[in-house]
């Protein structure tokens, strides 16, 4: 059973876990659901945060559901578990009232030790990222002119919202964060007097395309217009999705 409380409120929450085994129905389908609520206006979009992980080892994502919205839910996928839900929610706001017990608190320091321990790992990562990619521009071409199979990074942003409507973050992001990035080809010395001999990546199209035709793939429409994506936090635009 997951329960939390709303920082700086005493608000309990449910975990979207917690509802799909109230219901006896699958988290992501549950999930599904809570997303087409919120895009039709009927819930407010509930917060996202770890939960317990699952068989292969990866962290469960699960939302973290007010109670108003919890039954609205529940009367979605399954009327019948209304009294369930009730019930389930007296305990829960029982148990949040008293004060923890010792082995609570122990379990409650070891899971923010496991987050802790988590996010170093993937700062390390990253670190590790940027340390390669500081070591790979040091050898990159250098040319005078933009080759005719190259694009800027202006030009690929202004491909990429024309082809799928992402903005320039998430194309900021494919392009320098995302583990399955494309490598720049190359660098072009800025000819402009004003640039002060200053330089500007530039990608292969042909890599660029790969490279978002597989992020695009990987992607979930969640609303019409609306995509996640397993390694982008949070929803971005997506208008055209591309067929495998």
């Known amino acids: 059973m997951t329960i939390a409380k709303f920082q700086g409120g005493a608000a309990v929450t449910m975990s979207s876990q917690e509802i799909a085994d109230l219901?006896?129905?699958?988290?992501?389908?549950?999930?599904?659901?809570?997303?087409?609520?919120?895009?039709?206006?009927?819930?407010?979009?509930?917060?996202?945060?770890?939960?317990?992980?699952?068989g292969n080892g990866v962290v469960v994502q699960e939302y973290r559901v007010s109670k108003r919205d919890s039954y609205v839910i529940v009367a979605q996928l399954s009327p019948e578990f209304t009294a369930a839900l009730v019930d389930r929610w007296q305990a829960l706001e029982e148990r949040a009232a008293r004060p923890m017990t010792q082995a609570e608190i122990t379990a409650a320091n070891a899971n923010h030790l496991v987050a802790v321990e988590r996010q170093q790992r993937e700062q390390q990562l990253a670190l590790e990222r940027i340390e390669r990619r500081v070591e790979d521009l040091s050898q990159t071409t250098m040319w005078d002119y933009c080759p005719q199979n190259c694009q800027s990074l202006t030009r690929i942003k202004e491909t990429m919202l024309a082809r799928h409507g992402l903005s320039g973050a998430v194309v900021d992001y494919v392009l320098k964060v995302w583990p399955n990035q494309p490598n720049p080809a190359g660098m072009v010395r800025n000819g402009h007097e004003e640039a002060l001999g200053s330089q500007y990546l530039v990608w292969s199209k042909s890599h660029v395309t790969a490279?978002?035709?597989?992020?695009?793939?990987?992607?979930?429409?969640?609303?019409?217009?609306?995509?996640?994506?397993?390694?982008?936090?949070?929803?971005?635009?997506l208008v055209q999705k591309v067929p495998h």
């Open 23 to 54: 219901v006896g129905s699958r988290h992501d389908d549950v999930k599904r659901s809570i997303d087409r609520l919120v895009a039709r206006g009927v819930i407010s979009q509930p917060p996202m945060a770890d939960g317990p992980k699952a």
């Open 211 to 237: 490279a978002f035709h597989r992020f695009v793939f990987e992607s979930t429409m969640v609303t019409a217009t609306q995509a996640t994506h397993p390694y982008f936090e949070g929803r971005f635009r």
